[in-house]
């Protein structure tokens, strides 16, 4: 008994004790697993749910809404005897279709709400219910919320001011309450006109109604006979006092120089003395642009290979398709001043269709990616398909891009520029001004009989009689019969890129390489491609714009590339000017390979990447060849439209720049070295998409020689310090004249253009480079083909035993293919010349391949891949 007495104790407490290991029979209860607030605000379903519910709201509320409208007689006493308890009273019935709750609702938007402009709620919980379904901003919130309160408040307002004392809520209390406070204020005519204003100024300003009146057609230049006085001159103009433009005054019979004025004799014989002409760029505001990447179709396996291959990228999915979206480019109205009724020589001419600097074979169709499309295109933007162009808003509106002309000085100026002109007998027959940003050009038709070339002599009187600086005479403008003079205003105004960059024709452009340089003097925006210049070379005195020009045609070029169509190679010796752009290394750089700096600044590393560049011209022209195309764009319409075989080395072709900061720099220290594959580029490499931007503060005839200048028809002048700098870049003088700041003449297509350079600042340039760098780019910057210094390699003499570790892949691919050709291995291998030749060398050394035969490729001594690995077997 004491025994069990014991067991039965023991058990006792072994039970009592906590049980240490927990038994695996038994089963726990499975832990509900926690679910995070944060992650469920976030769910992509969460976002579904909220999308259909705030769509069947907004259709919830329309039915009621609309059937409020033919049961609000019926049910609107019910609601006001029971109000919120109707919605629980059975026995209360209503005529409204969603029963009580849609009675309720309906009466407390519309009879103490606002009225028939309750249906914006609707349209409200719709555009939010598209936006969560969808999952992306196909609405613009903030805007539209923006639009349903100016909405809510004057059609509630102006229904209850039209529909008076009507029993049906037309503008419900809120309406009501506004009208009978305003009426009271204004009065209730005051009221009507008040909302009349308030309508027609949101249409106005939504909608940009023109206004405009027909114009009155401008007289034609008259000839006017000279009396015995002196020089004959229409002196009758009258400015059109506008913002900064005071009138010029009339000067009556008498001019005060003693140039008789003959008034005259009709309103016919009118002729303006001095014509401005001024013209607006159209431009569209910044928040309207949306640079979007092309359409996108899906590729199929063999491409993604491809993609895997060559970029050595990891594998995209690339099934999932792009959306095409819109460019919203709002029409833009023309800014266009009318003349007053007085006679008004302040002549704003329509806006002119900017200048686009092309060649004839301009490229008028869309891109060719597009237009070679057939079934199934390769898109070489799908590689980085997520990237985002940059926005406008991150560049600066310096001034206000209005041109600032102070009408006493085009006065002033004028009188001296006819003063001068008179002291030398020389007659006129009309002068006119156009202003510019930067310059006033004063077109003078001369006198019948006057001889050009004799106000061309006077070049220097006249400057020193406007004691101005940058004065330019341009006898005669061509393609016109005036004479030019290019007078510095006073107060200049800034060319923002920003505006530029706005402008429908750079957005709209089909350049391959567009490139916003400046405006005109007439204010036209000068836009031109890059790839038809085909290189541009640039000199101007340190501090007078060059840097910021070069920053110009990159930021340009950043607005319209996608990374897989462009790559920059940057030569910086002076080592800050272009380090900004290190940040968009891996989307739009490319260096040599091993090299850690894409941007070059080291000479040697200069000639090397020059060189490399030559390489990857020959590489390229080979492709060319291969694919029987003339040029990039033909070539990379073929492959866009998967007629290359990438298997065969064939692959999209990005454009690249070469851009070389001060090339002084390098002549002086490297000479020929530099000079020679800087020449070689120049000549060929434009057929290939390669193109050159080379800039200097030295224009002298030993930095620019004569072989570098014949390969750069494009050239930019920007102040230089004497004459011979000028002819040395431009070949005429005219440069040493201008005035700095971005002031400029530009050499192209054979016309010489003065430009007012556009501005952009390094911390646009930073937030630019800094928004495409923090994206997504390609594991490293674009390789250009490896370069061996030949004298480096000399005294290397190969033996077998040292040969190359890709000798036995080079031996398989020359088997395979049964063609000794040093291009093959190139093109396979992706190797430099010079590497794929050495390699050639050393299968020649081991009797695989036969010796040199020129152009032709070499005997393959080895036939099949068996025979092969006996060789390599017996070479290890
Ligand atoms: N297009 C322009 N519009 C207005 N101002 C300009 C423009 N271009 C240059 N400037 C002014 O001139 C200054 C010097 O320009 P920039 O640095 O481009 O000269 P630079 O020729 O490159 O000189 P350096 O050869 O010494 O580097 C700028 O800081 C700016 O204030």
Same mark, same amino acid.
């Given at each position: 008994m004491a025994g069990n007495k014991l067991k039965t104790e023991k058990k006792k407490a072994e039970s009592k004790k906590?049980?240490?290991?927990?038994?695996?029979?038994v089963l726990k209860p499975d832990k509900e697993p926690e679910v995070k607030v944060k992650e469920l605000v976030k769910d992509e379903r969460t976002h579904k749910v909220l999308g259909v519910s705030m769509l069947l709201l907004s259709l919830y509320c329309f039915i009621a809404f609309t059937s409020y409208l033919f049961s609000w007689e019926e049910d609107q006493d019910k609601v006001f005897r029971y109000s919120a308890r109707i919605l629980f009273s059975d026995d209360v019935e209503v005529d409204?279709?969603?029963?009580r709750l849609g009675a309720f609702v309906s009466h407390w938007f519309f009879y103490k709400g606002f009225g028939l402009a309750s249906y914006l709620f609707c349209y409200f919980f719709f555009i939010l219910g598209v936006n969560y379904i969808v999952?992306?901003?196909?609405?613009?919130i903030w805007r539209n919320v923006k639009y349903i309160l100016f909405g809510l408040i004057f059609i509630s307002t102006a229904f209850a001011f039209i529909s008076?004392?009507?029993?049906?809520?037309?503008?419900g209390a809120v309406g009501t309450a506004i009208t009978k406070w305003t009426s009271g204020f204004v009065g209730k005519a005051g009221m009507g006109l008040l909302l009349l204003v308030t309508g027609l100024s949101w249409l106005i300003w939504k909608f940009n109604i023109d206004f405009k009146l027909p114009e009155k057609k401008q007289p034609a230049i008259k000839p006017v006979k000279a009396d015995e006085g002196g020089p004959v001159l229409h002196i009758d103009e009258e400015v059109e006092p506008k913002e900064d433009t005071a009138p010029f005054r009339?000067?009556?019979?008498?001019?005060?120089?003693g140039v008789t004025v003959i008034q005259p004799a009709s309103e016919e014989d009118f002729d303006p003395g001095l014509q401005l002409v001024e013209r607006e760029e159209p431009s569209i505001p910044a928040s309207h642009i949306t640079y979007i990447p092309p359409i996108a179709p899906p590729l199929p396996e063999e491409s993604l290979l491809e993609l895997v291959e060559e970029e050595?990228?990891?594998?995209?999915?690339?099934?999932e398709v792009t959306k095409p979206a819109e460019l919203?480019?709002?029409?833009q109205p023309v800014a266009r001043r009318g003349k007053t009724p007085? /006679?008004? $020589?302040?002549e704003i001419k329509?806006? =002119? /269709?900017? $200048?686009?600097?092309?060649?004839?074979? =301009?490229?008028?169709?869309?891109?060719p990616v597009r237009e070679h499309?057939?079934?199934?295109p390769y898109e070489p933007t799908l590689d980085l398909r997520d990237y985002q162009y940059p926005a406008?808003?991150?560049?600066?509106?310096?001034?206000?891009?209005k041109i600032v002309q102070d009408a006493s000085e085009l006065e002033k100026n004028k009188n001296q520029i006819i003063d001068t002109l008179k002291n030398y007998d020389i007659q006129i027959q009309k002068i006119s001004a156009t202003v510019g940003p930067t310059v006033t050009l004063y077109e003078i038709v001369p006198a019948?009989?006057?001889?050009i070339s004799r106000i061309k002599n006077l070049e220097d009187d006249i400057a020193l009689s406007l004691s101005a600086l940058g004065i330019r005479i341009i006898a005669p403008i061509p393609g016109k019969g005036t004479i030019g003079i290019e007078v510095p205003n006073v107060k200049k105004s800034i060319v923002s890129l920003r505006n530029m960059l706005a402008s429908e024709k750079f957005m709209n452009s089909n350049m391959d390489l567009p490139v916003a340089i400046g405006k005109k003097i007439d204010n036209e925006n000068f836009i031109a491609d890059l790839a038809k210049m085909p290189h541009l070379l640039m000199a101007g005195a340190t501090g007078q714009g060059k840097s910021v020009g070069i920053n110009t045609l990159l930021v340009s070029l950043l607005y319209k590339k996608h990374p897989s169509q462009l790559k920059f190679v940057l030569v910086d010796p002076?080592?800050?000017?272009?380090?900004?752009?290190?940040?968009i290394e891996k989307h739009f750089l490319a260096k040599l390979p091993g090299?850690?700096?894409?941007?070059?600044?080291d000479t040697k590393k200069v000639i090397h990447t020059l060189n490399a560049l030559c390489i990857e011209m020959d590489v390229r022209y080979d492709l060319l060849k291969e694919a029987a195309t003339r040029n990039i764009r033909e070539y990379n319409a073929k492959f866009t439209a998967r007629?290359?075989?990438?298997?065969?080395?064939?692959r999209f072709l990005p454009f690249i720049v070469l851009v070389v900061d001060e090339f002084a720099d390098l002549i002086m220290t490297a000479g020929k070295e530099v000079e020679m594959p800087i020449a070689r580029l120049a000549q060929l490499a434009r057929a290939v998409g390669i193109h050159l931007i080379i800039a200097t503060q030295r224009p002298s005839v030993n930095i620019i020689t004569g072989t570098i200048k014949a390969n750069f028809p494009a050239r930019i002048a920007f102040k230089v310090s004497s004459k011979v700098d000028s002819r040395t870049i431009l070949?005429?003088?005219?440069?040493?004249?201008l005035i700095g700041q971005g002031d400029m003449l530009i050499s192209y297509n054979g016309e010489l253009v003065r430009l007012q350079c556009a501005f952009v600042d390094t911390p646009e340039v930073e937030k630019v480079a800094e928004f495409i760098g923090e994206q997504r780019g390609y594991p490293e910057a674009f390789l250009l083909p490896e370069y061996v210094d030949e004298k480096e390699m000399d005294g290397k003499d190969f033996s077998l035993a040292d040969r190359d570790p890709l000798f036995e892949e080079a031996a398989r691919v020359i088997v395979q293919n049964q063609q000794g050709s040093t291009s093959l291995l190139q093109r396979r291998m992706k190797l430099g010349y010079n590497r794929a030749g050495r390699l050639m060398d050393q299968l020649e050394s081991a009797g695989i391949v036969g010796p040199n035969l020129g152009s032709k490729a070499r005997e393959v001594n080895v036939k099949t891949e068996a025979d092969l690995e006996e060789i390599l077997n017996d070479l290890l």
């Open positions: 906590p049980q240490a290991k927990p038994d695996p029979d409204n279709l969603l029963g999952g992306r901003r196909v609405f613009r008076g004392k009507s029993a049906f809520p037309w503008g009339p000067n009556g019979l008498k001019h005060e120089s050595d990228e990891p594998p995209f999915d690339m099934t919203e480019i709002p029409e007085t /006679e008004v $020589t302040f329509p806006p =002119v /269709e900017e $200048t686009v600097a092309e060649d004839e074979d =301009v490229h008028q169709g869309p891109l499309v057939t079934a199934d406008l808003e991150m560049l600066e509106n310096h001034g206000s891009d019948a009989g006057v001889r002076k080592k800050v000017e272009l380090s900004l752009y290190k940040l090299e850690e700096d894409a941007i070059i600044t007629k290359l075989n990438p298997l065969k080395g064939h070949d005429i003088g005219g440069a040493e004249q």
